[in-house]
C-alpha cells in the first residue's frame, strides 16, 4: 500500500487539521449525509493537481477554503498534504533538460496550499514546485489528470461511458503512459517554438543578407584596394630610391661636366683675346706703310717736276746759246745778281724737298718761275749780258741736278725703306695668318665649348624638371599610401635601371594609383568594422539555424520515440487489462465475457 496519510487542513469543512491514515488496503470513510466524506475526496482531487474547479464542487479557489461557522472564522487559505511510501524509489521526477532529480526520500509528501486571491502553491518534500512538476512526479506511478484512480459516488458511469478518446486516455493514464504524452506534449511545444525562432531566425538573416551582401562587397573592394596599396608601396620604394640616386649621380655628372668645359671656354677665350690683341700691332706698320709709300709717289713727282724744269733750263741754256751765237752783243747779268736768284731758288727747292703736300710743292715751283720770270724779264729790259745769263742758267741747271741727284738719293733710302717694311709687314702678315687660322680654330672650339655648356644647362633644367616630379611623386605617394614610403632612403641599391625601365616603373605606379583612386580606400576601417559585426551576427544566426534544425530532427525523432513507445505499451498494457477484465466481469456479472480492444485509427 503506497498511500499512507492525507492531511487536510482549512479546506472546505475540515477548518482543522485532520489526518487520515490509511494502513489497509480498504478503508471506509462513514458518516451521514453532509458530513464531508465528498470533501475527503476533493481533497485528494485538489492536492493530486486537479484544476477544473467544477469537479470539486467550486467556481474559485476561494470556494475550497474554509468558510467559517458560528464558532470559528473562516480560514486564509485551504491546504492538503498527501504522504506516498517511497522506499522502492518508484518516484521519479526529471528536470527540463531531461536529467532525472534525485529523489531519494523513502516518504514522498506532496502539499497543495490555495489562497482567497486564488494563488496556488505546490510542495514536494518542502520544496516548492511547479503543478508540471507534481503533474511528471505522479505520472511516474501512472497517477494523471483522467481521474481514472478516483471514481467518485456516481461516477462508475463515467468509465462505461467514455468515448474512445476519453477511454484511451484513461488506459493510457493507468498504464503509466501519461508521462510519454506529457513528453509529447512538451516536444510538441518545444517544436513549435523551434520552428517560430526557426522562422525568426531565418527572417533575420533574410533581412541582413542585401546589406551584408553589400558590406561583402565594399570589403572585397578595400581588401584589393589594400593589397594594391601595398603592392604599390614596395613599388614606390624601390623606383623612388633608384629616381633619387639616378638625380644625385646626374647632378654630380653635370656640375663636374659644367666646371670642366666652363675652364676650357676660358682658356680659349684668354686665347682668342691674346690672338686678336696681337693683330693690332701688324696695323700701325701698315699704316707706316702707307706713309712711306705716300712720301716716295710725292718725291717722285717732285722729281719729274724738277727733270722736266731741269729741261726747260737745258733748252733755255740751248736758246741763249744759240741767241748768244747770233747776237754779237751778249747781255751781261752781273755775277751778283745771278748768285741771288740761285740762291732764291736753291733755297725754294730745299723747301719744297722738305715739303711732303704737292699743293705747297706746287706753289713753290711757281715761286721758283716767277724767280726765273723776273730773271727772264729783266734780262729781256736789259737786253744785255747774254753771256751772264747762259752762266746763270747753267748754274740753276747745276743747282737742279744737285737737287735731282739729292732727291734720287732720298727716294733711293725710302725705297729701301719701304721695302725693308714690306717684307717686315709680309713676315708679319704671314705670321697673322698663322694667328688667324689658330684664331678660327680656337673659335671653332669656342663655339663647340658654348654649344656644350648650352646644352649642360638644358640638361640642367631637364633634371631639376625631374626633381620636381620626384618630390611631387613623393608628397602623393605619402598621401596615397603613408609615411611608411619615406623608407625608401634605407634601401640599399646595387645599379640602377636605365631610363626606360624606370619610366615603365612610373607608368606601372601611375596605372595603379589611378585604379586605388577609383576604388576609394576611404573609410575601409568602419566598413570593415561594420561587415565584421554584420557577418558575427550572421554567423552566429548560422549556427543558431543549425542547432535549430538539428534539436527539430532529435524532437521530431524523440517524438516518433515516445509515440512508437506508447503504442506498443498500450497493446501490451490492454492485454493486461483485457485478462483482468475478463476476470472481474465473470465475477461481478457471474460469467458472461468483456474485452477491450484497440480501433485503430479512431
Ligand atoms: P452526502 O453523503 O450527502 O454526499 P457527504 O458526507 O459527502 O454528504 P459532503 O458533501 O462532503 O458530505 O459535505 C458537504 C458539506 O461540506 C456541507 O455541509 C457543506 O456545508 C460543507 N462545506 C462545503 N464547502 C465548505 C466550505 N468551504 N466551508 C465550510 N463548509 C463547507
Same mark, same amino acid.
Given at each position: 500500500? /503506497?498511500?499512507?496519510?492525507?492531511?487536510?487542513?482549512?479546506?472546505?469543512?475540515?477548518?482543522?487539521?485532520?489526518?487520515? $491514515?490509511?494502513?489497509?488496503?480498504?478503508?471506509?470513510?462513514?458518516?451521514?449525509?453532509?458530513?464531508?466524506?465528498?470533501?475527503?475526496?476533493?481533497?485528494? /482531487?485538489?492536492?493530486?493537481? $486537479?484544476?477544473?474547479?467544477?469537479?470539486?464542487?467550486?467556481? &474559485?479557489?476561494?470556494?475550497?477554503?474554509?468558510?467559517?461557522? *458560528?464558532?470559528?472564522?473562516?480560514?486564509?487559505?485551504?491546504?492538503?498534504?498527501?504522504?506516498?511510501?517511497?522506499?522502492?524509489?518508484?518516484?521519479?521526477?526529471?528536470?527540463?533538460?531531461?536529467?532525472?532529480?534525485?529523489?531519494?526520500?523513502?516518504?514522498?509528501?506532496?502539499?497543495?496550499?490555495? @489562497?482567497?486571491?486564488?494563488?496556488?502553491? @505546490?510542495?514536494?518534500?518542502?520544496?516548492?514546485?511547479?503543478?508540471?512538476?507534481?503533474?511528471?512526479?505522479? &505520472?511516474?506511478?501512472?497517477?494523471?489528470?483522467?481521474?481514472?484512480? =478516483?471514481?467518485?459516488?456516481?461516477?462508475?458511469?463515467?468509465?462505461?461511458?467514455?468515448?474512445?478518446?476519453?477511454?484511451?486516455? =484513461?488506459?493510457?493514464? #493507468?498504464?503509466?503512459?501519461?508521462?510519454?504524452? @506529457?513528453?509529447?506534449?512538451?516536444?510538441?511545444?518545444?517544436?513549435?517554438?523551434?520552428?517560430?525562432?526557426?522562422?525568426?531566425?531565418?527572417?533575420?538573416?533574410?533581412?541582413?543578407?542585401?546589406?551584408?551582401?553589400?558590406?561583402?562587397?565594399?570589403?572585397?573592394?578595400?581588401?584589393? &584596394?589594400?593589397?594594391?596599396?601595398?603592392?604599390?608601396?614596395?613599388?614606390?620604394?624601390? @623606383?623612388?630610391?633608384?629616381?633619387?640616386?639616378?638625380?644625385? %649621380?646626374?647632378?654630380?655628372?653635370?656640375?663636374?661636366?659644367?666646371?670642366?668645359?666652363?675652364?676650357?671656354? #676660358?682658356?680659349?677665350?684668354?686665347?682668342?683675346?691674346?690672338?686678336?690683341?696681337?693683330?693690332?700691332?701688324?696695323?700701325?706698320?701698315?699704316?707706316?706703310?702707307?706713309?712711306?709709300?705716300?712720301? !716716295?709717289?710725292?718725291?717722285?713727282?717732285?722729281?719729274?717736276?724738277?727733270?722736266?724744269?731741269?729741261?726747260?733750263?737745258?733748252?733755255?741754256?740751248?736758246?741763249?746759246?744759240?741767241?748768244?751765237?747770233?747776237?754779237?752783243?751778249?747781255?751781261?747779268?752781273? #755775277?751778283?745778281?745771278?748768285?741771288?736768284?740761285?740762291?732764291?731758288?736753291?733755297?725754294?727747292?730745299?723747301?719744297?724737298?722738305?715739303?711732303?703736300?704737292?699743293?705747297?710743292?706746287?706753289?713753290?715751283?711757281?715761286?721758283?718761275?716767277?724767280?726765273?720770270?723776273?730773271?727772264?724779264?729783266?734780262?729781256?729790259?736789259?737786253?744785255?749780258? +747774254?753771256?751772264?745769263?747762259?752762266?746763270?742758267?747753267?748754274?740753276?741747271?747745276?743747282?737742279?741736278?744737285?737737287?735731282?741727284?739729292?732727291?734720287?738719293?732720298?727716294?733711293?733710302?725710302?725705297?729701301?725703306?719701304?721695302?725693308?717694311?714690306?717684307?717686315? =709687314?709680309?713676315?708679319?702678315?704671314? #705670321?697673322?695668318?698663322?694667328?688667324?687660322?689658330?684664331?678660327?680654330?680656337?673659335?671653332?672650339?669656342?663655339?663647340?665649348?658654348?654649344?656644350?655648356?648650352?646644352? =649642360?644647362?638644358?640638361?640642367?633644367?631637364?633634371?631639376? /624638371?625631374?626633381?620636381? &616630379?620626384?618630390?611631387?611623386?613623393?608628397?602623393?605617394?605619402?598621401?596615397?599610401?603613408?609615411?611608411?614610403?619615406?623608407?625608401?632612403?634605407?634601401?640599399?641599391?646595387?645599379?640602377?635601371?636605365? /631610363?626606360?625601365?624606370?619610366?615603365?616603373?612610373?607608368?606601372?605606379?601611375?596605372?595603379?594609383?589611378?585604379?586605388?583612386?577609383?576604388?576609394?580606400?576611404?573609410?575601409?576601417?568602419?566598413?570593415? *568594422?561594420?561587415?565584421?559585426?554584420?557577418?558575427?551576427?550572421?554567423?552566429?544566426?548560422?549556427?543558431?539555424?543549425?542547432?535549430?534544425?538539428?534539436?527539430?530532427?532529435?524532437?521530431?525523432?524523440?517524438?516518433?520515440?515516445?509515440?512508437?513507445?506508447?503504442?506498443?505499451?498500450?497493446?501490451?498494457?490492454?492485454?493486461?487489462?483485457?485478462? $483482468?477484465? %475478463?476476470?472481474?466481469?465473470?465475477?461481478?456479472?457471474?460469467?458472461?465475457? +468483456?474485452?477491450?480492444?484497440?480501433?485503430?485509427? !479512431?
Amino acid at each position: 500500500m /503506497r498511500l499512507q496519510t492525507l492531511e487536510i487542513t482549512g479546506f472546505k469543512s475540515f477548518s482543522k487539521k485532520t489526518s487520515l $491514515e490509511f494502513q489497509h488496503p480498504v478503508v471506509c470513510i462513514v458518516g451521514p449525509n453532509g458530513s464531508g466524506k465528498s470533501n475527503v475526496v476533493e481533497a485528494f /482531487r485538489f492536492v493530486l493537481g $486537479e484544476q477544473s474547479m467544477k469537479s470539486m464542487r467550486g467556481k &474559485a479557489g476561494l470556494d475550497l477554503i474554509f468558510k467559517g461557522s *458560528k464558532h470559528l472564522p473562516k480560514g486564509t487559505k485551504a491546504s492538503a498534504t498527501i504522504y506516498f511510501n517511497n522506499e522502492d524509489k518508484v518516484f521519479k521526477l526529471s528536470n527540463e533538460g531531461g536529467e532525472e532529480i534525485d529523489l531519494n526520500y523513502d516518504v514522498i509528501s506532496i502539499s497543495r496550499e490555495v @489562497y482567497t486571491d486564488g494563488l496556488n502553491k @505546490y510542495i514536494l518534500n518542502g520544496t516548492e514546485v511547479r503543478l508540471k512538476d507534481i503533474n511528471n512526479l505522479l &505520472a511516474s506511478v501512472n497517477i494523471g489528470s483522467s481521474g481514472h484512480h =478516483i471514481i467518485s459516488q456516481g461516477e462508475a458511469d463515467r468509465v462505461l461511458n467514455a468515448n474512445q478518446k476519453d477511454l484511451r486516455e =484513461i488506459i493510457e493514464d #493507468a498504464l503509466g503512459l501519461k508521462i510519454y504524452q @506529457y513528453k509529447i506534449r512538451e516536444t510538441e511545444r518545444k517544436l513549435e517554438r523551434t520552428n517560430e525562432n526557426m522562422k525568426e531566425v531565418s527572417l533575420l538573416r533574410r533581412e541582413n543578407a542585401p546589406h551584408l551582401n553589400f558590406l561583402r562587397k565594399q570589403v572585397e573592394k578595400f581588401e584589393k &584596394a589594400k593589397e594594391m596599396q601595398m603592392e604599390l608601396s614596395l613599388l614606390y620604394r624601390v @623606383y623612388l630610391k633608384n629616381e633619387s640616386v639616378y638625380l644625385e %649621380q646626374e647632378k654630380t655628372t653635370l656640375s663636374s661636366e659644367k666646371n670642366k668645359i666652363s675652364q676650357e671656354l #676660358a682658356t680659349i677665350n684668354a686665347k682668342i683675346a691674346e690672338v686678336e690683341e696681337s693683330g693690332e700691332k701688324e696695323n700701325g706698320n701698315i699704316e707706316e706703310l702707307k706713309k712711306l709709300e705716300k712720301a !716716295s709717289s710725292e718725291m717722285r713727282a717732285l722729281k719729274g717736276e724738277l727733270d722736266r724744269k731741269l729741261g726747260r733750263i737745258e733748252g733755255m741754256i740751248e736758246m741763249e746759246e744759240r741767241r748768244r751765237d747770233e747776237m754779237p752783243d751778249s747781255v751781261m747779268v752781273s #755775277a751778283e745778281e745771278v748768285a741771288t736768284i740761285v740762291l732764291d731758288i736753291n733755297n725754294s727747292i730745299d723747301e719744297a724737298i722738305s715739303k711732303e703736300d704737292i699743293g705747297e710743292i706746287k706753289s713753290i715751283l711757281t715761286n721758283i718761275k716767277n724767280i726765273l720770270g723776273r730773271f727772264n724779264k729783266k734780262e729781256n729790259s736789259q737786253n744785255s749780258g +747774254a753771256s751772264s745769263e747762259i752762266e746763270n742758267l747753267k748754274n740753276t741747271q747745276k743747282d737742279i741736278l744737285v737737287q735731282i741727284e739729292a732727291l734720287g738719293k732720298k727716294d733711293d733710302d725710302l725705297s729701301q725703306k719701304i721695302e725693308a717694311l714690306k717684307q717686315e =709687314i709680309n713676315q708679319e702678315m704671314e #705670321a697673322l695668318r698663322d694667328k688667324e687660322r689658330e684664331k678660327f680654330s680656337f673659335k671653332v672650339k669656342q663655339q663647340e665649348l658654348s654649344s656644350t655648356l648650352d646644352l =649642360i644647362s638644358v640638361k640642367e633644367n631637364n633634371l631639376k /624638371r625631374e626633381e620636381e &616630379a620626384f618630390l611631387n611623386e613623393v608628397k602623393e605617394g605619402t598621401v596615397l599610401v603613408g609615411a611608411e614610403i619615406l623608407s625608401f632612403k634605407n634601401f640599399e641599391v646595387q645599379n640602377i635601371p636605365p /631610363r626606360n625601365v624606370q619610366e615603365e616603373e612610373r607608368r606601372k605606379i601611375e596605372r595603379i594609383k589611378m585604379k586605388l583612386e577609383d576604388a576609394g580606400i576611404a573609410g575601409g576601417g568602419e566598413i570593415m *568594422k561594420e561587415y565584421n559585426e554584420v557577418s558575427e551576427r550572421d554567423q552566429f544566426l548560422a549556427k543558431e539555424m543549425t542547432d535549430l534544425t538539428e534539436s527539430i530532427n532529435s524532437l521530431q525523432k524523440l517524438m516518433a520515440e515516445l509515440k512508437e513507445k506508447i503504442d506498443k505499451e498500450f497493446k501490451e498494457g490492454v492485454k493486461k487489462i483485457n485478462k $483482468e477484465f %475478463q476476470e472481474f466481469f465473470r465475477i461481478m456479472f457471474d460469467g458472461g465475457d +468483456a474485452s477491450l480492444s484497440v480501433v485503430v485509427d !479512431s
